[in-house]
């Protein structure tokens, strides 16, 4: 067994214990907050893995001397897309060296898009969960909620954050190359080399949710070059395969500079991927990226004094974390109890839809719970402090509206729902004497009403949804109304809401 074995060897047993000790002493304390202040448990979470990424860092350039160059333009502290190609199954383990020399401080909060088997790998995937990365199944109507809904949670955080994703889906491999290009020569399109041909769907489903959102400000695309070897696999980073150097190039798209339209979208991920494709065959004959006259070039060098003094205060606390938890589980039967119990709730539920689908389940729900809190103290706090006849018409006038709108709502689901599931009607129009290319325009155009129905459709039931939840807590609102009515006529007097500081102060913030 060589020196590379072992050193492998040595860097998938820190890098795999490092995750497993982070997740029972520093994730798992922390668990409890995700039931009762969701915001201060994304913030601790996000801060816990912030400072793990710095270790797998600290250990390429300990043990194998691995050099990081990151040119082009730098990583700003903003909300943003990241998309990369996916030249290894490894990738990601040096996207984090790429973050860390590209990135300006205070440090990202990075999510990634991955395969859903990944959150049952036992260590990683349950952090990974923790951490609030998106797991997609490869089923687009699953995925669009999946994607959709936890973008709208990032967003009700009010928190910064990136989204990054591998557009083509997996790793450069001879197999995985030639399916690729498989499917160029059947779409007459380009055949490739270096990277393999985007999915576009997902990446355009995530820009026009983000800008909708307000959480894109930018698009980064970076691309990764390897001048020597590289870990194809897993199995060879335990072999000790590791580069001596990797090149990133970072373009920065600012969202003004992207285009609007769905469709528009995705052909600009496929130019975009065109543009890759030769930036990485100009690489690989000069060994360097080489910056365009539009492109600014600001190439960052490791082991500068501050960034160097991080990586080693990162190896310091990762190693001693990973000593602790090996000692404890050796010798208290409290930790061995403690690790029993919190991986069997993580394997619950990745078996389900995930911690992080828990963790937004429980924000809406005290969300729900503390708006219903403040309408009822408005209500009985206001004027006199006690219930009035007027306030109770005014409350019912109220409910009576959102009964009509809801309604309404139904009706419209109920049109758009044939209008999306009738087939399309073309005999009205004139095809005589339009050409092969008119037609296909055609045909698209109709496809694209049809989708824009069907979004329609989906929106409109978001919608309706939403007014649901209005009518039922307006619904409860009005209960309470008619109970305190009952109970003054009874005592000739009006019950008093409890007034707290903490009460008054959520009120007055509001």
Known sequence: MNKQCLLGMLYAFLWASSIFSGFLLLCCPVFPLMLINQRMYRRL????????ELYPVALMEVLFGTRIVVSGDEIRPESALIIMNHKTRCDWNFLWAAMF??????????????KAPIKHVPGPGWVMQMAGFLFIDRNWEKDEIVLRTSL?????????????????????????????????RSHNLEEYKRVLHPRTTGFSFLASKMRENNQLDAVYDLTVGYPDKFPQSEVDVV?????QQVNFFVKRYPVQSLPT????????????????????????????????????LGEKLPFSDD??????????????????????LMTSLLMQ??????????VVLSLTKGSLALEIYCFRKNEEEEQDYMVQYRILNSSHSTVTQEGFQAYQAQLNANMKLEKDIALERERLRILTDSETDITDLNLDGLTQAELIRVVKQLERMKTDLQSSLR?????????????????????????????????????????????????SSS
């Open 307 to 328: 960034t160097s003094n991080a990586l080693y205060l990162a190896l310091l606390f990762w190693t001693s974390l990973i000593l602790i938890t090996s000692y404890l």
């Open 152 to 184: 709208d949670y990032m967003r009700d955080l009010k928190n910064t954050y990136q989204i990054l994703i591998f557009p083509e889906g997996t790793d450069l491999t001879p197999h995985n190359l030639e399916k690729s290009n498989a499917f160029a």
């Open 459 to 507: 929106d409109t039931e978001h919608n309706l949804d939403s007014q649901a939840r209005e009518y039922f807590r307006l619904n409860e609102t009005r209960r309470l109304y008619q109970a305190e009515l009952d109970l003054r006529q009874k005592s000739k007097g009006g019950k008093k809401f409890p007034r707290s500081s903490e009460s008054m102060s959520q009120l």
């Open 45 to 52: 979470t996000d801060l816990i893995f912030a400072i793990w």
């Open 261 to 296: 339209d769905p469709e528009d979208l995705k052909d600009w991920l496929k130019n975009a991927w065109k543009l890759k494709e030769q930036k990485l065959e100009s690489f690989y004959k000069q060994q360097t990226f080489t910056p365009e006259d539009d492109e600014l």
């Open 239 to 243: 072999k000790g395969v590791f580069p």
């Open 101 to 114: 020399y590209g990135s300006r401080r205070p440090s990202h909060k990075l999510k990634f898009v991955l």
């Open 337 to 346: 109890l403690w690790t029993l119990m919190h991986s069997f709730l993580l």
